[in-house]
């Protein structure tokens, strides 16, 4: 089942201490039991409108489950799915009993057909591909019936893998004619220079080799795609799990394990504390992948793209810990902490040098995420543009930067010069926090409600503009489009 999943204005979050409906005791020492126990309450109880859970319940949950764990349809066999139907109409009964039979087997079984598919896509991708040959592929995998057999699952590995080597092998193609087009606008001088092999950019390859070049991007991709997956643990996979189950009560309901809620408030806010680097995975090798601008590295200006960073050591420890092999995300909370501290960093250069290098700790904002203005001169007309990506704030201090304060600093530069009319622009903007959309629908109204909301159990709230000063009351076009969602749309 295809959905469209808009970023909510306020995702549920299942948090102990938040909820006043988490009185009960819950006693199941087993944690993921524990999780299912206390799911299944908090969706009862607090969900606005609660479903029922039998066993249409249970058949949605199953089929939107095994379709997140195999989109493609390239690990599970139809006898997989005959065995795992057996459970369809029976999760609902699990979930009130806390029994994870289906997730364990599911679990269990994939894993294995992850296992097994890696020797099949390394075996094809060692041999070329006949672009010659009159094939067809569908990418319709929803309507894409599973396997019956290792042959048929090896052949629908073999479309596949073909299917994304000839993107890579068009545009090597593509690339390589623009370079002799680029070749033929040269004079001698340079046309001997670009092909030089010491010096020169250009490079004549046959056909052959672009086809072998493009098998080779493929095997990279994957080779990085299982590198991730061999990473996630059983808590990852019992988190997809749980998010099936979210889900069938409504499309904008999430679980968030405690990674993903991290990297939720860091969207939300636009600031962490942290070094400013943004790092990557590839194979075993934490690899500095972006320095953030304005951040502590930034400013430092020693740690570079491309280093490789082989221990982390805090302040007040004396050991370092080796992170090659590490999970990114186990990697990266090393490397945070708290602003004013330090970290020590063992690097491999991008020269091949190992030394260390020590970063103090601070706080890193992502400007990408906050409200951008420009002044647009039309017809001897003056017009403001704000740009804003998100309704973001701090949800532990709403004092501190947020959306609706930050674009009425933006109105205000504008005012400053000269504009006449003001263009919002919301396009792809998917919501954030309620209280921001209230306070900056204020900006433009002297008074009056905003928006309603009802929680379970109790009455309509009316959340109205709290103060009656207006920042802009000229022409103003708020612009959306089809994924601006929630915030976005109370706001137009």
């Not at 396997?147 to 068009?170: D, M």
């Not at 280093?307 to 945070?336: F, H, N, P, Y």
Request: charged share 35%; proline share 3%; glycine share 4%.
């Amino acid at each position: 089942m295809k959905r469209k999943f808009n970023i909510l204005l306020l995702t549920l979050l299942f948090a102990f201490a938040s909820c006043s409906f988490t009185a009960k005791t819950f006693e199941n020492s087993d944690k993921d039991k524990l999780l299912v126990q206390l799911i299944t309450y908090v969706l009862e109880q607090g969900h606005f409108d609660p479903k029922n859970m039998d066993d249409t319940f249970s058949e949605g949950v199953f089929n939107d489950y095994l379709e997140q764990l195999d989109p493609f349809k390239r690990y599970f066999f139809a006898s997989d799915i005959k065995e795992f139907e057996k459970y369809k109409y029976e999760i609902d009964d699990q979930l009130m009993n806390y029994d994870l039979s289906f997730f364990n087997l599911t679990h269990e079984r994939l894993l294995q057909r992850i296992e097994d598919s890696k020797t099949i896509y390394q075996e094809i991708l060692e041999n070329p591909f006949d672009y010659a040959a009159d094939e067809t592929f569908s990418t319709d995998y929803e309507n894409m019936p599973y396997v019956r057999n290792k042959k048929q699952l090896r052949e629908r590995w073999r479309n596949q893998l073909k299917f994304s080597s000839i993107a890579n092998y068009h545009d090597l193609i593509e690339e390589q004619e623009r370079d002799m087009e680029n070749l033929e606008k040269m004079s001698s001088a340079e046309r001997e220079k670009a092909l030089n092999p010491e010096e020169g950019s250009i490079v004549k390859k046959s056909l052959a080799d672009i086809e072998m070049e493009a098998r080779e991007a493929t095997m990279r991709s994957l080779d990085e795609l299982y590198d991730f997956i061999d990473d996630r643990q059983r808590k990852d996979w019992f988190s997809v799990y749980i998010n099936a189950v979210v889900e069938e009560f409504d499309p904008h309901t999430f679980y968030f394990a405690p990674e993903d809620k991290d990297r939720f408030d860091v969207a939300m806010s636009g600031n962490y504390r942290g070094i400013g680097a943004r790092l990557q995975k590839r194979m075993d090798n934490i690899i500095v992948n972006e320095i953030i601008s304005g951040g502590p590295a930034w400013r430092q200006d020693k740690l570079e793209v491309g280093d490789q960073i082989l221990k982390v050591r805090q302040e007040d420890e004396e050991e370092a810990v080796s992170i090659v092999g590490m999970r990114l995300d186990d990697a990266v909370k090393l490397i945070k902490g708290p602003e004013g501290t330090n970290v020590i960093l063992t690097l491999k250069k991008v020269d091949g040098t190992v030394e260390e290098l020590t970063i103090t700790r601070d706080i890193v904002e992502l400007e990408e995420t906050y409200a951008k203005s420009s002044i647009v001169k039309k017809e001897d007309k003056t017009y403001g543009v704000i740009n804003l990506p998100k309704f973001y704030v701090d949800f532990n201090d709403y004092d501190s930067r947020n959306a609706a304060s930050d674009v009425k600093k933006e109105i205000e530069r504008l005012k400053a010069r000269g504009m006449e009319g003001l263009v919002l622009d919301l396009r792809n903007n998917g919501g954030g926090s309620l209280k921001t959309v209230v306070d900056m629908a204020g900006l433009f109204i002297k008074e009056g409600p905003v928006v309603q909301v009802r929680s379970t159990g109790e009455p309509k709230e009316v959340l109205r503009d709290r103060d009656r000063s207006i920042i802009w009351d000229g022409p103003l076009v708020i612009l959306v489009n089809e994924l601006s969602a929630s915030a976005s749309e109370i706001l137009a």
